[in-house]
């Protein structure tokens, strides 16, 4: 099974680009994740999908604000939105479909902002959806994924030094992210590439992105049970139309 993370940084806009839809098209993905929709499902309802594809959508309470989306070609048994956590629930931050044999959970997680002002809250947010997700693995093995807004390790950005107190990489933020490794989640791509130099996010400014000044901050992230069911795992930095490019997974799960 194949499946993709986008944050598209608007899905209108990516529409208006000419760039999601020939790539969901030529993606031969079973699942596609997006974040930062900003949209209504009405913005989109005239929107005829690549073949196969039905569409979730979770959008922010703020119009053109956040939102996931889920775009999937194997019909899911059940769809949540949001964590069932009113303090957490009003961005359209997580979406999640159940599967046969796994949860999949699409997150947009917050961004500490400026001076980590949002730190606090990020924190809150780190702790509550590891037990969200933890919850699921009650029932079946998880898989999540997205853009989680936190490069894990210094091997994860270009200029380690130079970010320490940033959002994205402040020690709280890290430590928040370590913890849903230490509670069994795996992150996939560091299965397959342990190498420096792989980003999903650039900043516009500076030609950061030509120069591959970057961030690797989305990510799929699977219970340990799903560990051996692992096939692949990679980054799409060639796919333009956003500051983020597309992650993805690839599992054996038909057994």
């Known amino acids: 099974m194949k499946l993709l993370s986008w944050n598209v940084n ?18 031969g993905a ?20 690549p073949e196969g594809y039905s569409a979730e959508f979770y959008s922010a309470e703020k119009k053109g604000y956040s939102g996931t989306a889920i775009l999937t070609r194997v019909p899911p048994l059940s769809v949540r939105r949001g964590m069932g956590h009113p303090d957490h629930d009003a961005e359209g931050r997580v979406l999640t479909a159940e599967f046969e044999k796994f949860w999949l959970v699409n997150v947009y997680t917050p961004n500490a902002q400026d001076e980590l002002r949002r730190l606090p ?17 009650k029932t079946k093995p998880v898989i999540t994924c997205g853009d989680f807004n936190v490069a894990h390790k210094e091997i994860d950005l270009a200029r ?11 020690p709280e ?10 509670a069994g989640f795996v992150d996939t791509f560091r299965e397959f590439d342990k190498g420096p130099h792989k980003y999903s996010w650039w900043s516009y400014r500076g030609g950061a ?5 970057g961030w690797r901050i989305d990510y799929f992230l699977v219970s340990a049970a799903l560990k051996g069911k692992l096939k692949t795992a990679w980054i799409e930095p060639g796919v333009l139309g956003s500051d983020h490019c597309p992650v993805g997974v690839e599992l054996k799960l038909k057994d």
């Open 10 to 27: 608007g899905a209108r806009a990516g529409l208006d680009k000419g760039t999601l839809l020939p790539w969901m098209a030529a993606s």
């Open 160 to 170: 380690p030094k130079e970010n320490v107190a940033n959002p994205g990489f402040s």
């Open 121 to 137: 809250y990020r924190q809150q947010w780190d702790a509550e959806f590891l037990a969200y997700l933890q919850k699921l693995e």
């Open 173 to 182: 933020e890290r430590a928040g992210f370590t913890r849903f490794i230490d």
């Open 30 to 49: 079973d699942v596609i994740c997006l974040q930062e929709t900003k949209c209504l499902p009405a913005d989109v309802a005239h929107v005829v999908w």
């Open 209 to 213: 992105r030509g120069r591959n000044v």
